[in-house]
């Protein structure tokens, strides 16, 4: 049985370690309604800009194409790979690191372990993935100054890859937001932009003015739409990110409250076994003095 000055230490520890999950969910909290907030107000426009390309590019020749928009034969992938800086928030990076797993043993098996590289956003995925010898660049600054602008630099090294020919295909795993509690790994494929199928409601009559050109607005929205979907899914891993920590503070926090419990309980049994110790050896010392 542990000793009294060991199960109080311990009982400190536990309770400085609640204090400190205790802060960090309330931190957490407070940063994960602005996130919430920003990831609200991006997707209605993201979901617009989609839906206007894939209108032009159903009808688009494959001239204006044919930077962004042609698929190609797969030699070289890029995987857009977005985790956080800092850890404690559960599974949520762990859960990116086995969906770039399963996408590069489902889909890109056949090629070699050098024709995969990883462009990791945030720091978790730029160490994880740098051991590995996948990583390319380095954007661990992303979260620390989030904005358009810092997104839009490594989405425009995407675009330049692919378009030069160096990569033939650019595809990024991300954690999409759904509440508090749940996070939900997504991979989109954010080149080649493939035309989308034109829906069975869509008519054929409608006649639309274009200007200056549909080949050239075409040539205009698709590295703006591939920014703002790359910059979609680096506000929706924020958000979710610090939902994730948020509930494993909370679940931490309550871990640490359950194990105080347990500690006092401990503590208390080897106070009362010390102090019946002690009673016994003052009566036995009294009888035998008695005796004697």
Sequence with gaps: MASLKEVRSRI???????????????????????????IVRMRPYAQRLNGILANLTRTADAEALSDYGVPREVRRVLVVAVTSDRGLAGAF????????????????????????????????????????????GNYTHVFAQLSFET?????????????????DEVVMVFNEFKNVATQVVRTEQLLPLVPAEAPATATSNVDYIFEPSKEEIVRTLIPQSVK????????????????????????????????????????????????????LEIVGGAEALAAG
């Design 228 to 279: 703002i979907q790359l910059y979609k899914a680096v506000l929706e891993s924020n958000a979710s990110e610090h939902g994730a920590r948020m509930t494993a503070m909370e679940k931490a926090t309550e871990n640490a409250g359950e194990l105080l419990k347990a500690l006092k309980l401990t503590y208390n049994r080897t106070r009362q076994a010390a102090i019946t110790t002690e009673i």
């Design 12 to 38: 400190q520890s536990v309770s400085s370690t609640q204090q400190i999950t205790k802060a960090m969910k309330m931190v957490s909290a407070a940063k994960l309604r602005r996130a919430q907030d920003n």
């Design 93 to 136: 990076n762990s859960n990116v690191f086995k969906g770039v797993a399963a996408l590069v043993r489902e889909r890109y098996a056949r090629l070699p372990e050098a024709a995969i590289s990883v462009m990791a956003i945030g720091k978790k995925a730029h160490d994880y993935y740098t051991k590995r010898g996948t990583a390319v």
């Design 151 to 167: 997104v839009r630099a490594a989405a425009e090294v995407a675009l330049d890859g692919f378009r030069t020919g160096q990569y």
